[in-house]
């Protein structure tokens, strides 16, 4: 087999291991670079969901506040008392007219306007 003529020695003078181990340093580096990149990509756009979701919940609250017909801790209780009968009991708006905070159309049972009124045995006919 003939020699390399001796432009073709690239790695003469040079420590090829020095080279190799320079060179993963490097793209150590770079991949460094672009783990933090992606991470702080990762957390802008976690928190620009969360800020949209808590925008959405604040617009969903001043909105029920705004445009109902109760005062503002008798809209608490009226959402409070959607549930079920037992929760409209708790939060002290059973029975409730129709019209008036406490009263859903669920908890009316025999559809007469009065939600969650006591039967005869003095329980509520909807739970």
């Given at each position: 087999m003939p020699l390399l003529p001796k432009s073709w020695r690239?790695?003469?003078?040079?420590?090829?291991?020095?080279?190799?181990?320079?060179?993963?340093?490097?793209?150590?580096?770079?991949?460094?670079?672009?783990?933090?990149?992606?991470?702080?990509?990762?957390?802008?756009?976690?928190?620009?969901?969360?800020?949209?979701?808590?925008?959405?919940?604040?617009?969903?609250?001043?909105?029920?506040?705004?445009?109902?017909?109760?005062?503002?801790?008798?809209?608490?209780?009226?959402?409070?008392?959607?549930?079920?009968?037992?929760?409209?009991?708790?939060?002290?708006?059973?029975?409730?007219?129709?019209?008036?905070?406490?009263?859903?159309?669920?908890?009316?049972?025999?559809?007469?306007?009065?939600?969650?009124?006591?039967?005869?045995?003095?329980?509520?006919?909807?739970?």
């Amino acid at each position: 087999m003939p020699l390399l003529p001796k432009s073709w020695r690239v790695h003469e003078g040079r420590d090829p291991d020095k080279e190799l181990q320079l060179i993963q340093r490097r793209f150590e580096a770079i991949r460094r670079r672009a783990d933090r990149r992606e991470r702080m990509l990762k957390t802008l756009h976690e928190a620009r969901s969360q800020l949209l979701a808590a925008s959405l919940v604040f617009a969903a609250t001043f909105a029920v506040f705004f445009f109902s017909p109760f005062s503002p801790w008798d809209t608490l209780r009226h959402v409070a008392a959607a549930p079920n009968c037992n929760a409209a009991r708790f939060v002290e708006l059973a029975p409730a007219r129709r019209g008036n905070p406490g009263y859903w159309s669920g908890h009316d049972g025999d559809d007469d306007g009065i939600a969650c009124e006591p039967n005869q045995r003095g329980r509520s006919a909807h739970r």
